[in-house]
């Protein structure tokens, strides 16, 4: 196991990495005192790793209430987040119960939302089942759900108290969600990290083959990775803005096409290639660096284009996008393999034509 840790003075906790770690009583126990935990998780989750944390939670003498939500993006909603505070309320929780989310993203964004605003704060674990929860959305305290405008559009910054990354959770993981966290994975190595990224070109295949020594040091890498800019900028003033790298672009393709068409991975992906492409046109990269990142998100399995919408309508939409200041957009670009920037410099002209060359 490895242990890593986001640094946030009073708010500071750690992330461990390693198998089998849904049943380690011993790290959940410093963070359980109140012996009292909700677990929200959802339909397809809990069948597969629910009896096994709340063997755990038993062992502890934890007194643990299962909350199981439906499955996919398009329940990351108003609704759904009610259902948690209905069955919290239900229980008669206390504000010093522990909300443990177990499953992916999905979960652990509204659990995370949901426990930042019960009782105006709860303690807060996040177990993620995902690579792209543990590589990327259980770290740094982001909670949202979606609004039928745009994506993650209702939050709040709260950070957990523990983050349990369990690598042997992504046995079960269907091979379209594994190729999906993949683009998170990526995407560390391309806005800071230049040796990452020559590591994942040598190793994509041992991942996709589910490697899990390779696995273990992505999610390891990614999440030190995200801790570093994370301590530095919580709040996203600077440079966690970095970490959003593709997703202007593939936030815009995930509201767009429907909830739960494209996975966010997959959206980021082709967002990713985007933006690449204006990096490329407004001369901050090389062709050359362009079809170096294609061919790697490529052998990754991802798509390197984006669906066929009118590139106005992909503008309108990434207009919503939070990095939007004083009404003009701010994109993440790229000026070369390990270095990201924000800017504004692209004209609408150009924005439009690097969507018009990467959408089909
Ligand atoms: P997800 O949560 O929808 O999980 C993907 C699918 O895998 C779901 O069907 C889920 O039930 C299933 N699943 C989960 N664990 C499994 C396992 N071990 N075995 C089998 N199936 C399993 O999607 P995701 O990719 O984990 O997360 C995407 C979400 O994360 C998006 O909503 C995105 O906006 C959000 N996100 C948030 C941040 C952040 O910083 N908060 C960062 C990146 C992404
Ligand atoms: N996934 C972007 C962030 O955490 O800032």
Request: aromatic share 6%; net charge negative; charged share 20%.
């Amino acid at each position: 196991m490895q242990t890593l840790k986001v640094s946030l003075a009073e708010r500071s906790y750690p992330i461990h990495i390693g198998v089998n770690l849904l049943s380690r009583a011993d790290l959940l126990q410093p963070h359980l005192k109140n012996k009292k935990a909700v677990v929200v998780t959802n339909v397809t989750v809990a069948p597969l790793y629910l009896d096994r944390l709340m063997a755990t939670l038993g062992v502890l003498g934890v007194d643990a209430l299962p909350v199981i939500l439906l499955d996919g993006e398009r329940y990351k909603t108003w609704e759904t987040l009610n259902q948690i505070f209905d069955a919290l309320l239900d229980a008669h929780c206390e504000r010093s119960t522990t909300l443990i989310a177990l499953g992916g993203g999905v979960i652990g964004d509204m659990g995370g939302f949901a426990a930042s605003c019960y009782q105006r704060g709860m303690p807060f674990i996040q177990v993620p089942t995902t690579l792209l929860s543990q590589v990327d959305s259980s770290v740094g305290g982001k909670t949202a759900i979606n609004h039928p405008l745009g994506k993650n559009m209702i939050g709040a910054f709260y950070q957990p108290q523990l983050v349990l990354a369990d690598i042997s959770t992504l046995d079960t993981l269907p091979d379209r969600e594994l190729r999906a966290g993949l683009a998170e994975v990526i995407k560390y190595g391309l806005i800071r990290d230049p040796e990452f990224f020559d590591w994942l070109e040598a190793n994509i295949q041992l991942l996709l083959a589910r490697d899990r020594q390779a696995l273990a040091y992505a999610v390891q890498r990614s999440c030190a990775n995200k801790a570093d800019v994370v301590a530095a900028d919580e709040r996203e003033t600077g440079e966690r803005a970095l970490l959003n790298l593709g997703h202007t672009f593939g936030h815009a393709i995930e509201t767009g096409m429907g909830y739960g068409e494209w996975l966010h991975g997959e959206a980021i992906s082709a967002g990713t290639l985007i933006a690449m492409d204006l990096s490329c046109r407004i001369g901050l990269v090389t062709v050359d660096d362009v079809f170096r990142v294609k061919k790697l998100f490529i052998n990754a399995g991802l798509p390197v284009r984006g669906p066929q919408m009118p590139a106005e309508r992909y503008l309108e939409l990434m207009r919503h996008d939070k990095k939007v200041q004083d009404g003009k957009l701010r994109l993440v670009l790229m000026k070369g393999i390990g270095e990201a920037i924000v800017s504004d410099v692209a004209s609408e002209r150009e924005i439009l034509a690097s969507i018009s060359a990467c959408c089909t």
